[in-house]
């Protein structure tokens, strides 16, 4: 088992820049969860996908950010335009049914500049 | 307002000792609690679940959970330097499968 692959591991990119991140769950999970990890404010849930349908994005911080899934096998987390305070570690991470264990990728370390 | 709260520590222990991790959440109707190990500069790690009162016990790790008080709990007997990490602590606020919430996590360090 391949286990969460996160593309790409990091990622520089200049303030204004569009920034996509991408992510391929585990396969037969059916629940997929983006989470943004800093010092300051530790892990936050920004959106979780249940059977390939937004479920929940209250935790996406504004506008610039959005985030889709058009298939079971892949989702992407989108920034633009990117900001400074955007840098952070952006980790994806998926369960299956109703168990609410969830696996991690290795994250996309973020830094805009 | 959904939350979870930990100690940010850092926790020191000597090896071989006993490191005890805490963990309160904010909603009562929760139902599954989950410890995750962090290394530095690595994605957080699934070590623990737990979802009925009482402990559960893996190798040298103990989940204690009192859903009365709204508090988990981590034991690690036998700490080992290799125990140095960041723990997380997770909370499903609802039954259906929706998304874990984390604590901030406590940094544990264990001296040899």
């Known amino acids: 088992d391949a286990g969460v692959i996160q593309s790409p591991r990091h990622e520089v990119t200049e303030m204004g820049q569009e920034v996509t991140l991408r992510c391929k769950p585990i396969s037969g999970h059916n629940s997929l969860f983006w989470y943004r990890q800093t010092m300051m404010r530790g892990l936050e849930l920004l959106i979780y996908f249940n059977n390939n349908v937004p479920i929940d994005d209250s935790g996406m911080p504004e506008d610039r950010f959005s985030a889709k899934m058009p298939n079971a096998s892949f989702s992407t987390l989108k920034i633009q335009p990117s900001e400074p305070r955007d840098s952070a570690v952006y980790f994806c991470?998926?369960?299956?049914?109703?168990?609410?264990?969830?696996?991690f990728g290795q994250g996309t370390r973020l830094t805009v500049v | 307002q959904k939350e979870v709260e930990q100690n940010s520590g850092p926790l020191s222990v000597p090896e071989g000792a006993i490191a005890s991790l805490n963990c309160t959440y904010s909603?009562?109707?929760?139902?599954?609690f989950f410890w995750y190990r962090q290394y530095s500069g690595k994605s957080p790690e699934l070590i623990m679940s737990i979802y009925s009162n009482g402990d559960k016990e893996d190798g040298r790790f103990t989940a204690q959970l009192n859903k009365a008080s709204q508090y988990v709990s981590l034991l690690i007997r036998d700490s080992q330097p290799s125990d140095s990490a960041t723990y997380l602590c997770a909370v499903n606020f609802n039954q259906a499968g929706t998304a874990l919430i984390f604590g901030k996590g406590t940094t544990l360090s264990v001296s040899s």
């Open positions: 909603d009562r109707g929760s139902q599954s």
């Open positions: 991470a998926s369960s299956f049914g109703t168990s609410t264990e969830a696996f």
